[in-house]
């Protein structure tokens, strides 16, 4: 079945007529990765929160983060700052799948580098940032997340997976096709993942549903598909936003 953009939102309006028919609030949630700076698409990104009234959970690398970040994110109250990694370097060998807190190095050499993250991020933006880590990739070697309260980080997000970890919250829809064009996955793709998510959820389970998006690799395309999901989804009545202390249970 080839869905098109009309289609993609006739599906996504049914599936969130029937959630509202039941009685169901879906949880929603948005994460953006990889900010280091102001930017034009960064201004873009915050706009259109700001038209759809939803909060935003910024993914920011301690390394290259700068002080005018902290200066533009002040007077953007529904933004919240999460840390992605360290520096969002590939420690993998040659042939495996890019990781930064995977295994290839000691489990005490990526926490001291996340320690050193977390001091760098909560002294430029203080209690605008939550003990949330964002692992680069969306890739953590097990012994590294179950050894990150050691370094004052509760929370955990990557990308459709669910081990029954605590204070755990994906995302589930990236709307990039990172192994093509890198521009927009397409309607297709965008269909065939929502459906049986939303669907899930209205049976009952009450996983919050993340979009994951990268404002500095946007496009067009991409830029629109964003605005046409959040036009849909933002003001539902079966929809929820919860805040991110609620959302991961800080």
Same mark, same amino acid.
């Given at each position: 079945?080839?869905?098109?953009?009309?289609?993609?939102?006739?599906?996504?309006?049914?599936?969130?007529?029937?959630?509202?028919?039941?009685?169901?609030?879906?949880?929603?949630?948005?994460?953006?990765?990889?900010?280091?700076?102001?930017?034009?698409?960064?201004?873009?990104?915050? =706009? &259109?929160?700001? +038209?759809?009234?939803?909060?935003? @959970?910024? $993914? !920011?690398?301690?390394? %290259?983060? *700068?002080? =005018? &970040?902290?200066? +533009?994110?002040?007077?953007?109250? @529904?933004? $919240? !700052?999460?840390?992605? %990694?360290? *520096?969002? =370097?590939?420690?993998?060998?040659?042939?495996?799948?890019? @990781?930064?807190?995977?295994?290839?190095?000691?489990?005490?050499?990526?926490?001291?580098?996340?320690?050193?993250?977390?001091?760098?991020?909560?002294?430029?933006?203080?209690?605008?940032?939550?003990?949330?880590?964002?692992?680069?990739?969306?890739?953590?070697?097990?012994?590294?997340?179950?050894?990150?309260?050691?370094?004052?980080?509760?929370?955990?997000?990557?990308?459709?997976?669910?081990?029954?970890?605590?204070?755990?919250?994906?995302?589930?829809?990236?709307?990039?096709?990172?192994?093509?064009?890198?521009?927009?996955?397409?309607?297709?793709?965008?269909?065939?993942?929502?459906?049986?998510?939303?669907?899930?959820?209205?049976?009952?389970?009450?996983?919050?549903?993340?979009?994951?998006?990268?404002?500095?690799?946007?496009?067009?395309?991409?830029?629109?598909?964003?605005?046409?999901?959040?036009?849909?989804?933002?003001?539902?009545?079966?929809?929820?936003?919860?805040?991110?202390?609620?959302?991961?249970?800080?």
């Amino acid at each position: 079945m080839s869905v098109d953009e009309q289609g993609f939102v006739a599906l996504v309006t049914d599936r969130l007529d029937k959630a509202a028919a039941a009685g169901t609030r879906l949880s929603f949630w948005w994460r953006d990765d990889d900010a280091v700076a102001p930017s034009p698409a960064l201004d873009r990104l915050l =706009a &259109l929160r700001a +038209r759809y009234g939803v909060p935003l @959970a910024l $993914a !920011v690398i301690p390394e %290259g983060a *700068a002080a =005018a &970040l902290a200066e +533009r994110l002040a007077s953007e109250p @529904a933004v $919240a !700052v999460l840390q992605h %990694g360290w *520096a969002h =370097a590939n420690h993998q060998p040659d042939g495996e799948k890019n @990781a930064e807190l995977g295994n290839a190095r000691p489990a005490d050499e990526v926490l001291a580098e996340l320690a050193r993250g977390r001091e760098r991020l909560f002294g430029l933006f203080d209690d605008r940032l939550r003990p949330v880590l964002v692992p680069p990739w969306n890739r953590i070697a097990r012994e590294v997340a179950d050894r990150i309260p050691e370094v004052g980080l509760i929370g955990l997000s990557a990308f459709a997976e669910a081990d029954g970890r605590p204070h755990l919250v994906n995302t589930h829809l990236d709307p990039v096709a990172w192994k093509t064009t890198r521009s927009f996955s397409g309607w297709d793709d965008a269909a065939a993942t929502i459906a049986p998510e939303f669907d899930r959820r209205i049976a009952g389970d009450a996983e919050p549903f993340g979009l994951l998006t990268h404002h500095l690799a946007h496009d067009e395309a991409l830029w629109h598909f964003v605005e046409v999901f959040l036009e849909v989804v933002a003001r539902h009545p079966a929809v929820a936003w919860p805040d991110l202390d609620r959302l991961f249970g800080l």
